[in-house]
């Protein structure tokens, strides 16, 4: 497997500029050159399953399994779905209109922006690089990629192997970390797509901004959980214990903290406490089916934070440097001023903050950033409602975690700081595409356009009145024409 070496920094505007000018040529528009490359970018994937074992397995130990759920298997999907609906997904659209226009097929026209950039993050280094960029070589657009540095041995497969999938003249890799970002977006692109934390967000907009450069940006944050009293708890724990734990963690809609009602924790984690048994053995350090934490600093930044916790380490807690270990690990009875409340944990750290109303919890979730997942334990479907009704946050799942991101006819986004913008599925198509409004009009019928034109009269105006705008005929009437009765 081939090391990871960043690209020249005098190279990227070079290849920027290149890739704008094959735009320009019109290679990357007809459908059936994107779909040629769409399956190039599936069979990527398909015919390399075994390296890429390898290389994530390198970077973050990851087991077969959650690579397959996490990576190649919804990749693999969103390409698929994107050649068999590319023809329907780019065909116009057309739109109903009043009497004035009828005649002059107005429709939307789904064009490519132009040279789009995406940036990808570490934690799922294949999906969160390549997913989006199905949507955009489902559009149309060349494509620079940019994977994170951090997961080093997955950016130096998909070096060596992108370019023997797709055709480098529209999709380039540019490898590098800071410096290298910073240079490459200072380059024109017509979108930039990025993926990571909230902190680099704001440096990517702000980028954006002095270009006018539209952005997707897929960001973080905590995400809550809610258990009612009301629940299967041995089920909840199971469910909680996966989506905590896939990934080691380092998931961004993992959840984040448990709100759970008084009452039930103890009982919560004792069947959590069975279910981690269950899924890693008594050693979860011996067991294949337990990752490992990206690198020595995010090593740290986890085991300051399970060090300096004042509430109760229930399960777990212990950790090994040397081999990036930190234990499942549940924490009891964290107040909101805990070190584990501060900012997204992002590993395998649960934090229990145990209310004695659920409408605590929704309160406390309503005061701080909107979290770009939100989940709900409970058999009360009313409860559920009433939580899900008066919160805010990116996506929600009622009964499980992590499952809503497979699900590609969902849109996959955040809201306020966790993020701006959605794709998966034929939202990805939408966001690397224009919506062209566009009319065709007749040549013919000059004189009755003469309606249009001036010298204006009142006989041309109370004609256009009559043209321009539906006749609602229902008492609404009454109030689309001021009527006092009505206000
Ligand atoms: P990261 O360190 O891999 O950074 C993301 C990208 O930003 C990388 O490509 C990196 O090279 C680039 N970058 C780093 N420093 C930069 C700089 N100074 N200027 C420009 N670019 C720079 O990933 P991360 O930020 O540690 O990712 C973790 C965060 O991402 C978490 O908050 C997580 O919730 C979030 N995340 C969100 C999603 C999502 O889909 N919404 C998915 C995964 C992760």
Not at 148 to 166: I, Q
Request: hydrophobic share 40%.
């Amino acid at each position: 497997m081939s090391e990871l070496t960043f690209t020249p920094i005098d190279d990227i505007p070079k290849i920027v500029k290149e890739l704008r000018e094959t735009f320009l040529t019109g290679l990357t528009r007809p459908l059936a050159y994107r779909k040629e490359q769409l399956k190039g970018l599936h069979n990527l994937i398909a015919e390399n399953e075994a390296l890429f074992k390898e290389s994530v397995y390198r970077d973050l130990r990851k087991p077969p399994q959650e690579l397959m759920v996490g990576e190649i298997g919804t990749i693999r999907q969103e390409a698929i779905d994107a050649i068999k609906h590319l023809d329907q997904w780019a065909a116009p659209q057309y739109v109903k209109t009043t009497l004035l226009n009828r005649m002059n097929k107005p429709h939307i026209r789904k064009s490519p922006l132009g040279t789009v950039l995406i940036i990808g993050a570490w934690n799922l280094p294949i999906n969160l690089l390549l997913a989006p960029a199905v949507g955009a070589i489902a559009a149309g657009n060349c494509v620079i990629l940019k994977p994170s540095e951090v997961s080093t041995h997955t950016a130096a497969l998909l070096t060596t192997l992108l370019p023997k999938y797709l055709d480098p003249r529209s999709v380039r890799i540019i490898n590098g970390a800071a410096a290298e970002t910073t240079v490459l977006l200072e380059q024109k692109f017509d979108h930039m797509f990025y993926t990571g934390s909230g902190n680099i967000g704001k440096i990517i907009m702000a980028a954006a901004a002095k270009q006018l450069t539209p952005v997707t940006l897929e960001l973080g944050g905590k995400s809550p959980a809610f258990v009612s009293k009301n629940v299967d708890i041995a089920v909840a724990a199971r469910r909680l214990a996966w989506g905590k734990l896939f990934n080691t963690g380092q998931a961004c809609i993992a959840p984040d903290y448990l709100i759970v009602e008084r009452g039930i924790e103890q009982e919560l984690v004792k069947e959590m406490k069975l279910a981690i048994q269950e899924f890693y053995g008594a050693s979860p350090q011996t067991s294949q089916s337990y990752g490992r934490i990206i690198n020595n600093n995010h090593f740290h930044r986890l085991k300051r934070l399970l060090d300096t916790t004042r509430g109760e380490i229930v399960v777990g807690g212990d950790s090994q440097e040397d081999d990036l270990y930190i234990a499942p690990t549940i924490v009891l009875d964290v107040k909101l001023d805990d070190p584990l409340m501060e900012s997204e944990i992002f590993g395998p750290i649960l934090p229990i903050w145990v209310v004695d109303t659920i409408n605590e919890g929704i309160e406390y979730v309503n005061r701080n950033d909107q979290p770009l997942a939100l989940y709900v334990y409970s058999h009360d479907m009313k409860l559920a409602n009433h939580i899900l009704d008066n919160t805010r946050s990116g996506g929600a799942v009622i009964n499980d975690s992590l499952v809503q991101f497979m699900v590609t006819a969902l849109p996959f986004g955040g809201t306020g700081p966790s993020g701006i913008g959605s794709y998966h599925g034929k939202r990805s198509f939408d966001i690397f595409s224009h919506e062209r409004a566009t009319l065709v009009k007749n040549l013919g019928m000059q004189k009755a356009l003469a309606i249009s034109y001036p010298p204006y009269t009142e006989k041309k105006t109370s004609w256009l009145e009559w043209l321009l705008f539906d006749k609602v005929k229902y008492p609404d009437n009454a109030i689309l024409k001021g009527n006092k009765k009505f206000g």
